[in-house]
């Protein structure tokens, strides 16, 4: 299934398809590793809901919902839902 | 006569070295703070050192190169 | 001498390694972006000492924030004999993508891959010559922290630096291969230095490149033309990063062996995080740490025992009092005791205070002036040492304990890695104001300093958002304007019984966190209208402060607070004594006769200027020392209080103002501020407010001045800043004191100030209007 990252439920995970928008945000986001193909974990919401926490490449990265929403994201509906169940609560 | 004229009220030996001292000390303050301003290094003396070494920054480096 | 540079990713233990190899105490953090400057040190224990240069954290070569330009250009343009690149080992990945772009480089390079015992703890292990080997830079397996592997890092580096290391690049098996190889033909027709990396930045279209070398332009862009990418179309940017991230993933990550396989497992970091990030409880715990480190420093009622158990006063218990000289005083057990124990348990901060100024700094200085006294010295004499540099320099010294104790806090804050979780937390809030959460810290910063606080501002991707920042930074009270709050807070608790004054003085902290964001808000809907800037960041894992990097900043706070009270407000006591003991005439004034001096003929000029504000004609005579107080802060804020102690002094033993039963050195300045106030009945709490507000708004030091000068960068925007901060100071100021003396005026301003809004709003739907219409 396909969706942009901030349309994620914390815990949920998944693989980068790919990145869009403006320059100097995308050239960021690639920099930091949002690449295709890497694969990322939302692990929370600030307290406001945004930004958002995701880990990626083994560490930690924050950014915002309306940067997220730049990362196109394929996940598969049984690995989100065991996610999601598994949650980072585990 | 309660004002005084500054020479007329005396000089001891006490006097001439705190004057002296103070004269001293307010130059070297100005002129140090004068020079680093030059060479574009700030004066706040803060001692943030955690975020900034902008004041205390090594010179030796080029000192030695000097040599 | 050869020079080694330090580059790295961000918060990857450069300048701990810089420590480690040059035995310098440059400071480390736990956040990303601590160290926005090169600083440089020396290397000893190689054939030939060695410059070491510790460059700013960066992610990448592309210039995405002026650090990153910073980096760059010092590895291409001052051509360093070998860059040491440090790795973060724990996170392979990210780190190694830097790596790939500073091969490309014609410069010899060795890795230096760092934090192996965090590696090694979690089990898991990784082949250190493997990754040589498909590196082809030799990899030395270090720990900064524990200075491990050093010596054969700088040896091998060494060697390195004598040979010659053409770029190498992992895109060759790209598509694009033949592009780079193209247009680095090219460029090496035209003597360009570093062919390849200039080629690749060439390809990206990186801004400065394209600049740099528009003839060449030309190839890419043909070569755009033909090509098509069923994921990145035409975007060659993506396409590089993407390449170099791939290579990575498939040729140097497998050298990594995790001993737990799953990806995303939860470490003790991540359970911290939970509960202090947390969605409901992340901003009330933020405010309750903020509190805590407040009351851990001010209160004389620690943990409210006093409030609870209602515990008496020393005074009040007779095992502690004596009579001397037909007076009640405390015997001097009692005078230890009070300074842990008076009617309430004091916190920490309060007792390092109490023992540091009423039994050391106080003695001490009352010795001496005892000594100074009996000297037989001329009287000016004794008055200038007493009242004009004991005072003056006393009153300053005496600020140390609350501010080191401060400071301990906000570094353990820091240090553990919480700092760079508020910027998270905070940033939905931040943005309101225009603002990304990464404008925080430099904000945070400015509580300590405003200097290394608008350098640091260099982390700011966006220059709006940085020129809005560096501007109110000041308005963030820096560990220099705390003498002010606290003397000038303690001086109205006492003169006026009213409230608190621990709370009057994180009133006054947070009066100026709102001053800051309501200009950022000004500011952002006017002159500095633009996007909000991104937010992306990388978050560290939270680890245990480290005593020695606390005792070392400590250290370095205490250093630089003593010899500043010894050089600058030293310096700054004897001109204003003296430009009060002279007139125009360089007659010498008798402390009666100050009225009369230079300085307060200049400063009465200038006074009616601040009648608005509560501290102008209507004070009368000696209304000027409050003007003169605040513009000696303009050398240095400590000044302001220095000043007065100074001033109330000499004012005192000219019989102007009365000092019974108040010590002018003793506790912070705050008798000195209390005696002006009980000469003269002009003075209430409002002016007093007033006071502070427009101290602590108005243009900064001029060390502060300096620094935004020179980050600013442009002289238009510099001289607009300076007019910023009169600006805001004077309508702060003024708004306090009318409000507080004549209550009736909040509506007048409330008018005002909806008036204003009313200006701003419709102007910018007007423009908005303008803008779709001209785009349509």
């Known amino acids: 299934m396909e969706k942009t990252l901030d349309q994620f439920a914390v815990g949920e995970h998944g693989i980068v398809k790919n990145v869009v928008g403006e320059g100097k945000i995308k050239r960021r986001l690639f920099d930091m590793g949002i690449t295709p193909g890497a694969e990322i974990l939302l692990r929370k919401k600030a307290p406001l809901g945004d930004p958002l926490e995701v880990t990626i490449r083994g560490y930690e990265l924050t950014l915002r919902k309306t940067e997220a929403c730049c990362v196109n994201m394929v996940t598969r509906e049984s690995t989100a839902t065991a996610a999601r169940d598994k949650g980072v609560a585990k | 006569m309660t004002k005084s004229v500054l020479l007329a009220s005396g000089f001891g030996a006490a006097e001439i070295i705190l004057v002296v001292a103070c004269a001293l000390i307010v130059a070297s303050v100005t002129i140090t703070m004068i020079v680093r301003k030059k060479k574009g290094k700030p004066s706040c003396g803060c001692g943030d050192c955690l975020h900034c070494s902008a004041c205390c920054k090594k010179t030796d480096v080029k000192e030695e190169k000097e040599k | 001498m050869r020079r080694f540079a330090l580059a790295g990713n961000p918060n990857s233990g450069k300048t701990t390694l810089f420590n480690g190899l040059t035995g310098s105490t440059a400071h480390v953090g736990n956040w990303p972006g601590v160290t926005v400057d090169k600083r440089e040190g020396t290397y000893k224990k190689c054939a030939e000492p060695i410059a070491i240069v510790d460059l700013p954290g960066i992610y ?10 910073i980096a760059r250009n010092y590895i291409l343009d001052e051509k360093p004999d070998c860059v040491i690149n440090i790795v973060d080992a724990t996170n392979l990945e990210r780190n190694l993508y830097l790596t790939t772009q500073i091969l490309e480089m014609d410069v010899p390079m060795v890795i230096a891959l760092n934090m192996m015992d965090a590696v090694e703890k979690n089990g898991d292990k990784i082949d250190a010559n493997e990754l040589e080997k498909r590196l082809g830079v030799p990899v030395v397996k270090i720990s900064a922290l524990r200075s491990k592997g050093l010596t054969e890092l700088m040896d091998k580096a060494y060697n390195e630096s004598k ?49 740099m070398h528009k003839d060449v332009l030309g190839v890419v862009e043909a070569f755009k033309e033909t090509y098509t990418n069923e994921i990145f179309g035409g975007d060659f940017e993506a396409l590089v990063a993407d390449g170099r991230y791939e290579y990575i993933s498939k040729h140097f990550a497998p050298v990594l062996q995790r001993k737990i396989k799953e990806k995303f497992n939860l470490t003790r970091s991540d359970k911290a995080d939970r509960v202090l990030t947390h969605r409901i409880w992340g901003i009330p715990i933020f405010l309750l740490i903020l509190f805590a480190v407040f009351h851990l420093t001010f209160s004389e009622d620690f943990l409210f025992l006093g409030a609870i158990f209602k515990l008496p006063e020393l005074a009040d218990i007779p095992a502690f009092v004596t009579v001397a000289n037909g007076e009640e005083t405390l015997t001097y057990g009692a005078r230890w005791l009070q300074c842990i124990y008076d009617g309430g348990v004091m916190s920490p901060g309060v007792i390092i205070n109490n023992v540091w100024n009423n039994m050391i700094v ?40 609350p501010i080191l104790v ?12 919480y700092m760079a979780r508020i910027a998270f937390i905070l940033d939905r809030m931040f943005r309101r104001f225009g603002l990304s959460g990464r404008a925080f810290m430099p904000m945070i910063m400015g509580f300590g300093c405003s200097v290394p606080a608008m350098i640091n501002t260099r982390t700011l991707a966006d220059d709006k958002e940085r020129t809005a920042t560096i501007r109110v930074i000041p308005f963030f009270s820096c560990g220099a304007k705390l003498p002010i709050l606290t003397a000038v807070a303690g001086a109205m608790a006492g003169a006026f019984g009213v409230g608190n004054a621990d709370l009057i003085t994180l009133a006054m902290y947070i009066l100026g966190i709102v001053v800051a964001i309501l200009s950022v808000l000004l500011m952002r809907s006017t002159t500095l209208k633009g996007e909000t800037p991104p937010f992306i960041m990388e978050l560290p894992t939270y680890h245990a402060p480290q005593f020695k990097n606390l005792m070392l900043h400590l250290w370095d706070k205490t250093k630089h607070f003593v010899k500043k009270a010894f050089t600058i407000i030293l310096a700054s006591t004897i001109v204003i004594w003296a430009l009060t003991h002279f007139s125009f005439g360089w007659q010498y004034l008798d402390d009666e006769f100050i009225n009369e001096s230079i300085l307060a003929n200049i400063a009465k000029l200038v006074q009616p200027l601040f009648t608005p504000l509560g501290f102008g004609s209507q004070l009368g005579e000696f209304g000027w020392v409050f003007v003169v107080a605040a513009v000696s802060g303009l050398i240095a804020k400590e000044n302001v209080i220095g000043t007065f102690s100074t001033l109330a002094s000499c004012l005192a033993a000219g019989g102007h103002i009365n000092v019974e039963g108040l010590d002018i050195m003793a506790e912070n300045g705050v008798d000195a501020v209390r005696a002006m106030i009980m000469a003269n009945p002009a003075i209430i709490g409002a002016t007093l407010v007033a006071f502070i507000a427009f101290n602590m708004t108005t243009i900064p030091c001029f060390a502060a001045v300096g620094t935004a000068k ?67």
């Open chain 3, 60 to 69: 990448s070569l592309s210039p995405y924030t002026p650090e990153e330009v």
């Open chain 3, 362 to 401: 106080g003695e001490l200085f009352g010795l001496i002036q005892g000594a100074v006294e009996g000297s037989g010295m001329q009287p000016w004499a004794i008055g200038l040492i007493n009242n004009g540099i004991i005072d003056g320099v006393g009153s300053v010294l005496s600020f140390l304990p």
């Open chain 3, 710 to 776: 020179a980050e600013l960068g442009d002289k238009k925007r510099f001289n607009y800043t300076l007019l910023f901060w009169i600006a805001v100071s004077y309508v702060v100021g003024a708004m306090i004191y009318t409000i507080g003396a004549w209550w009736w005026t909040c509506f007048i301003w409330t008018a005002a100030v909806v008036g204003v809004i009313a200006f701003i709003v419709l102007r910018n739907k007007k423009l908005a209007k303008k803008e779709s219409a001209t785009t349509l």
């Open chain 3, 163 to 211: 040979k010659r290391r053409c770029g190498s690049s992992v895109l060759e098996e790209s598509d694009i291969s033949h592009l780079i190889s193209d247009v680095k033909t090219a460029l090496t027709g035209q003597k360009v230095a570093n062919p390849l990396f200039h080629a690749i930045k060439l390809v990206e279209g990186d801004e400065i490149e394209v600049k």
């Open chain 3, 406 to 417: 401060l400071f301990l806090c906000f570094s353990i804050l820091e240090d553990s890695g």
